[in-house]
């Protein structure tokens, strides 16, 4: 069946893709295109033309299938230069989502349709490339400069309603787009209109200073990535050149990005979310979850909550007492009614989420809810306690599961009639809106729970890697290695805002002393005293964190002092009496300070992670290095256009790894640095994670 193929209706011709599932724009239907329009264009009958789409939207982006592989002809360029030249005028009829190279299409046309659902955007920057096919230098002339750089920079998306306001789209239907695309060419037809070529449309300037000023801005907010000022030095040689030696050069910077080590790294990011969300072997879910049970309103409760709320999923929740049930709930309220008055969700939203939500003192009322999770206190009597409750109140086939950052989930799922309904959901927190969800699978966890937990991640927005049981599972366990080794540092030699300015400048959001600051320093204490006698000697030994939180109640943001200072706006300064402390520390147990570069701070965070990843594969506590990397770069800011810490390792080559790993084994002790068998064997054959 051909993808691409044409239908007539009196003078009007429509030329319809049907590329399921997205209208990708295939090398097929790039040829196909080509044919329909040369022969629309020489059929007499025809007088002007209708561009659609099968299914569900309307062209969606490139073909992932080609990424990454030689280009064959005819470009997407060329396509559009073709259908713009089209001397009978051409509407596009959008519905669905017109993303990438689908809006450059659609620009292309002489006049745009959609449907009032549809929904339009540039997002290439966000894979590290550009539009290509000529989407800047066109956009910038329907919307002006500043509204097609905001497409093209933030790879947001816009509804139809929006787009027609700001030039984009000449019409919005609530109807069937293809129909109201027909009837706007007969109309187009009996007003004697002609083709509205996008390319000849006057570009007017942005005020002096705008390129400076959106470069400044972009370095904040998209900070270390290229792709998005290259999208700016587009628009304005869109200005400085003539349309066809634009779209020239923003050809020759797409392929420039095409080969850069940041699209590759996105690539990566993009294709490896996809594969950790799906886990091989696990069957079809037999029922979706209908009715949700949280136990413990705290800030992770209600997170958890509002997650199942958004989806449109009723919520039961358990709090101890009438103080603490009245104030979670209060918090829910106060969070949607912030979410009205910001524009995010409307009036009707909230109160139907509102409605949703039913809070309770008892564990009876869980009886009707297919799944219940604690998020309660990381203490294993407390949490076993709150399980045998749970499945005294539930019916047999109810999944319970338990938020938990640390402890061991079969530990938790012994005591249980059924510890195959007992499952793991480590949400981040806030975890409203964090992407990130570790699904733990437990020993005796079902096949159908964990099919059930997985499908349930997608349902809310979620990118949900399914992981094994240990301690601090995939991301945390990584993260405590960092965390101990930016410890070691300051007892060697470093100061908090020195690990920091590395790790900030690697591209992470923020350091780890920052990182601790934010959570609460009491948080990283009581997590450290529960794992105290599982630590090595020297880490039982450092009293920096016991100093801070135990005798100076130094708790950091929230006390307005932690291992940095804090005014009334959160403002952080260094604070000389944490410098002197730490140098104090460092005296007491008998350490000589050095100065410490950078290199060797960022070699001993970063590699200190690799190696414990490495090690995770070979527990198969994560069976696949893209659930490392979609962890990291979804939960714990490791920046996208780095692509993940495995990706990452084999970018530099592990033998280089390796060999700086045995050099730190020397430094700072081989109980800390012994490389993971897994990492030895590939270095050793020239080989990575991603290339065994």
Same mark, same amino acid.
Request: charged letters at 25%; glycine letters at 10%; one cysteine or more.
């Given at each position: 069946?051909?993808?691409?193929s044409t239908?007539?209706s009196?003078a009007?011709?429509?030329?319809?893709?049907?590329?399921?599932?997205v209208n990708?724009?295939s090398?097929?239907?790039?040829?196909?295109?080509?044919?329909a329009f040369? $022969?629309?264009?020489?059929?007499?009958? %025809?007088?002007?033309?209708?561009?659609?789409?099968a299914?569900?939207?309307?062209?969606? #982006?490139?073909?992932?299938?080609?990424f990454?592989?030689?280009?064959?002809?005819?470009?997407l360029?060329e396509?559009?230069?073709r259908?713009?030249?089209?001397?009978?005028?051409?509407?596009a009829?959008?519905?669905?989502?017109a993303?990438?190279?689908g809006?450059e299409?659609?620009?292309?046309?002489?006049?745009?349709?959609?449907?009032?659902?549809?929904?339009m955007?540039l997002?290439?920057?966000t894979?590290g490339?550009?539009p290509g096919?000529?989407?800047i230098?066109?956009?910038?002339?329907?919307?002006?400069?500043?509204?097609?750089?905001?497409?093209?920079t %933030?790879g947001?998306?816009?509804?139809?309603?929006? $787009?027609?306001?700001?030039?984009?789209?000449?019409?919005?239907?609530d109807?069937?787009a =293809?129909?109201?695309? =027909?009837?706007?060419?007969d109309?187009?037809? =009996?007003?004697?209109?002609?083709?509205?070529?996008?390319?000849?449309?006057?570009?007017?300037?942005?005020?002096?200073?705008?390129?400076d000023d959106?470069? $400044?801005?972009?370095?904040?907010s998209?900070?270390?990535?290229?792709?998005?000022?290259?999208?700016?030095?587009?628009?304005?040689?869109?200005?400085?050149?003539?349309?066809?030696?634009?779209?020239?050069y #923003?050809r020759?910077?797409?392929?420039?990005?095409?080969?850069?080590?940041?699209a590759?790294?996105?690539?990566h990011?993009?294709?490896?979310?996809?594969t950790?969300?799906?886990?091989? +072997?696990l069957?079809?879910p037999?029922?979706?979850?209908?009715?949700?049970?949280?136990i413990g309103?705290?800030?992770m409760?209600t #997170?958890?909550?509002?997650?199942?709320?958004?989806?449109?999923?009723?919520?039961t929740?358990?709090?101890?007492?009438? =103080?603490?049930?009245?104030?979670?709930?209060?918090?829910?309220g106060k %969070?949607?009614?912030?979410?009205?008055?910001?524009?995010?969700?409307?009036?009707?939203?909230?109160?139907?989420?509102?409605?949703?939500?039913?809070g309770?003192?008892?564990?009876?009322?869980l009886?009707?809810?297919d799944?219940?999770?604690?998020a309660?206190? *990381?203490?294993?009597?407390?949490?076993?306690q709150?399980f045998?409750?749970?499945?005294?109140?539930?019916?047999?086939?109810?999944?319970?599961?338990?938020?938990?950052?640390?402890?061991?989930?079969?530990t938790?799922?012994?005591p249980m009639?059924?510890?195959?309904n007992?499952?793991?959901?480590?949400?981040?927190?806030?975890a409203?809106?964090?992407k990130?969800?570790?699904?733990v699978?437990?020993?005796?966890?079902?096949p159908?729970?964990?099919a059930?937990?997985q499908?349930?991640g997608k349902?809310?927005?979620?990118?949900?890697?399914?992981?094994?049981v240990?301690? +601090?599972f995939?991301?945390?366990?990584?993260l405590?290695?960092?965390?101990?080794?930016?410890?070691f540092?300051?007892?060697?030699?470093a100061l908090?805002?020195?690990i920091?300015?590395?790790?900030y400048?690697?591209?992470f959001?923020?350091?780890?002393f920052?990182?601790?600051d934010?959570?609460?320093?009491?948080v990283?204490?009581?997590?450290?005293? #529960?794992?105290?006698d599982?630590?090595?000697?020297r *880490?039982?030994?450092?009293g920096i964190l016991d100093?801070?939180?135990?005798?100076?109640?130094?708790?950091?943001?929230?006390s307005?002092?932690?291992?940095y200072?804090?005014?009334?706006q959160?403002?952080? %300064?260094v604070d000389?009496?944490?410098s002197?402390?730490?140098?104090q520390?460092a005296a007491r147990?008998?350490?000589?300070?050095?100065?410490?570069?950078?290199?060797?701070?960022l070699?001993?965070?970063?590699?200190?992670?690799i190696?414990?990843?490495?090690?995770?594969? *070979?527990e198969?506590?994560?069976?696949?290095?893209? *659930?490392?990397?979609?962890?990291?770069?979804n939960?714990?800011?490791?920046?996208?256009?780095?692509?993940?810490?495995?990706?990452?390792?084999?970018?530099?080559?592990?033998?280089?790894i390796?060999a700086?790993?045995?050099?730190?084994?020397?430094?700072?002790?081989?109980?800390?640095?012994?490389?993971?068998?897994?990492?030895?064997?590939?270095?050793?054959?020239g080989?990575?994670?991603y290339?065994a």
């Open positions: 069946m051909p993808v691409v239908s007539q009196g009007v011709r429509t030329v319809l893709i049907d590329n399921p599932p990708a724009t090398v097929d239907v790039r040829r196909g295109l080509c044919e040369e $022969a629309a264009e020489a059929d007499p009958r %025809t007088r002007a033309i209708v561009l659609a789409c299914g569900s939207t309307f062209v969606a #982006g490139a073909d992932i299938r080609e990454g592989k030689p280009p064959q002809d005819p470009h360029s396509v559009i230069a259908i713009e030249a089209c001397a009978k005028p051409v509407v009829a959008l519905h669905g989502t993303l990438g190279g809006l299409l659609a620009l292309g046309c002489h006049y745009r349709v959609a449907n009032a659902r549809a929904r955007g997002p290439e920057s894979l490339v550009i096919a000529g989407g230098p066109r956009l910038a002339r329907l919307t002006g400069v500043a509204k097609a750089l905001e497409l093209a %933030t947001k998306p816009v509804a139809a309603p929006a $787009a027609r306001d700001m030039g984009l789209v000449d019409v919005v239907t109807g069937d =293809q129909q109201a695309a =027909q009837r706007y060419a109309d187009l037809l =009996q007003r004697g209109a002609g083709p509205r070529r996008t390319r000849d449309l006057p570009l007017a300037p942005p005020p002096a200073g705008y390129f959106i470069r $400044a801005k972009l370095a904040v998209h900070r270390g990535q290229e792709a998005p000022l290259v999208c700016v030095d587009i628009a304005e040689q869109s200005l400085a050149r003539g349309f066809d030696a634009s779209v020239a #923003g020759e910077r797409f392929r420039e990005r095409v080969a850069s080590a940041q590759g790294a996105l690539r990011a993009f294709f490896a979310e996809r950790a969300s799906k886990p091989a +072997g069957p079809e037999d029922a979706a979850i209908q009715r949700a049970g949280v309103g705290g800030t409760g #997170g958890i909550a509002m997650c199942f709320l958004n989806a449109g999923i009723p919520v929740l358990v709090e101890q007492n009438p =103080q603490a049930l009245a104030a979670c709930l209060g918090n829910i %969070t949607y009614e912030s979410d009205v008055a910001k524009g995010r969700i409307d009036a009707a939203t909230r109160q139907r989420r509102l409605d949703d939500l039913h309770t003192m008892t564990f009876a009322d009886r009707d809810c799944l219940v999770i604690e309660v206190f *990381e203490d294993l009597a407390v949490k076993q709150v045998a409750n749970i499945e005294a109140n539930v019916a047999p086939g109810t999944l319970i599961a338990s938020n938990t950052s640390y402890l061991n989930l079969d938790l799922a012994a009639r059924h510890p195959e007992v499952v793991g959901m480590h949400f981040f927190s806030p409203h809106i964090m990130l969800l570790e699904n699978r437990g020993a005796r966890s079902s159908q729970a964990l059930r937990i499908a349930l349902r809310l927005g979620k990118v949900a890697v399914l992981v094994g240990s301690e +601090g995939v991301g945390n366990r990584m405590s290695r960092r965390a101990r080794e930016c410890y540092l300051l007892e060697e030699g908090p805002q020195q920091d300015r590395v790790l400048d690697f591209g959001p923020m350091g780890q920052q990182l601790n934010l959570a609460g320093l009491d990283a204490w009581r997590a450290r005293q #529960g794992r105290l599982r630590l090595s000697e *880490e039982q030994a450092s100093e801070l939180v135990v005798n100076r109640k130094r708790l950091g943001q929230k307005g002092a932690g291992f200072r804090y005014d009334a959160r403002k952080r %300064t000389p009496e944490v002197a402390l730490i140098e520390e147990r008998g350490f000589a300070r050095r100065a410490i570069g950078d290199d060797e701070i070699e001993r965070c970063l590699y200190v992670m190696n414990e990843g490495a090690r995770i594969l *070979e198969g506590v994560a069976r696949r290095p893209e *659930e490392i990397d979609a962890i990291w770069t939960g714990y800011g490791f920046p996208r256009y780095r692509g993940g810490p495995m990706y990452y390792a084999d970018q530099i080559g592990l033998p280089r390796l700086r790993i045995q050099a730190y084994a020397e430094q700072v002790g081989a109980q800390y640095w012994t490389p993971a068998p897994l990492l030895v064997a590939l270095a050793a054959k080989a990575g994670f290339s």
